[in-house]
């Protein structure tokens, strides 16, 4: 037995009870010890797979770009930002779906890693819903959300002419190409809120084609008119029931002659009228 020390009295421990409390102990620092061992692998191991996937075992090695018709694989691959050799761990897809969109005829870009060495790039390139008067000379391309695709020359294309006017007194006024402001937006920037009814109209003929128009115009009240390739005016009013007066004016247009007519009235699709005014 052994004697110690507790408040002043002495009290003897068995060696056995003392064997067992200095097993317990070797045992708890034999898990502390396992634990730190287990801690330190798992570490040495992370940092030696991160180092060998930074190697250029794992380093981009090829680019492949599709989907583009309107700029080259090159320039594609140099806006990817992603030079050849940039390790394939660290490449940030969106990051590049972000710089790839800043040109103006990209759109949705999916970016997906091949291992061990290859990064595949897709996009969708957006599509020319209209175009805009930017000058006397020159029209702006644009797509179904306003984004402005390109600069052309007066004349080409064969999309419809979206118009801000200040004013739409009559049809007849817009059949006459009444002022039209010139929208000077830059090429990759959205042109203004006003004509976002107009791309709403434009998009729903694109989806369901009803007629064959030529220029869509809205006022600085919001009144909205269209003509049509024969000269015709449709006078929409507004977007609202916007379905309904389409049905309405492909109803007309199927079963009544417009010759001799100058407007088509659709602000009541119910009771669509057709006028000489």
Same mark, same amino acid.
């Given at each position: 037995m052994t004697a110690t020390a /507790?408040?002043? @009295? =002495? $009290?003897? !421990?068995? +060696?056995? $009870?003392? /064997?067992r409390r200095n097993k317990v102990a070797r045992s708890q620092g034999r898990r502390r010890l396992y634990v730190i061992v287990a801690i330190l692998v798992a570490m040495g191991g992370y940092f030696a797979v991160r180092a060998i996937l930074r190697t250029s075992i794992f380093a981009v090695r090829q680019i492949e770009v599709t989907g583009s018709t309107h700029y080259s694989n090159s320039l594609l691959v140099a806006q990817s930002g992603i030079p050849i050799g940039y390790p394939l761990t660290e490449v940030n897809p969106a990051l590049i779906s972000q710089r790839m969109e800043q040109l103006s005829w990209i759109g949705p870009v999916t970016v997906r890693k091949e291992w061990p060495g290859r990064l595949k790039i897709t996009v969708r390139e957006r599509k020319v819903l209209a175009f805009i008067p930017e000058s006397s000379a020159s029209n702006l391309e644009v797509d179904n959300t306003g984004? #402005? %695709?390109a600069t052309v020359r007066s004349g080409v294309g064969k999309s419809i002419k979206l118009c801000v006017?200040? *004013? !739409?007194? =009559?049809s007849k006024a817009l059949v006459q190409s009444a002022a039209c402001k010139a929208q000077a937006t830059p #090429?990759? =920037?959205? #042109? =203004?809120? @006003?004509?976002? +009814? %107009?791309?709403? $109209? *434009?998009?729903a003929l694109h989806s369901t084609p009803v007629a064959d128009f030529s220029e869509l115009a809205t006022s600085n009240s919001g009144e909205i008119d269209g003509v049509l390739a024969n000269g015709v005016a449709v006078r929409f009013g507004s977007t609202a029931q916007l379905q309904q007066k389409l049905r309405a004016l492909q109803l007309i247009l199927s079963q009544a002659s417009t010759a001799g007519y100058a407007t088509i009235d659709l602000r009541s699709p119910l009771e669509p009228v057709l006028s000489n005014w």
């Open positions: /507790e408040h002043g @009295k =002495s $009290i003897r !421990i068995d +060696p056995r $009870i003392r /064997e984004r #402005v %695709l006017m200040p *004013d !739409i007194a =009559s #090429v990759g =920037s959205y #042109v =203004s809120g @006003k004509l976002d +009814p %107009l791309l709403a $109209i *434009d998009a």
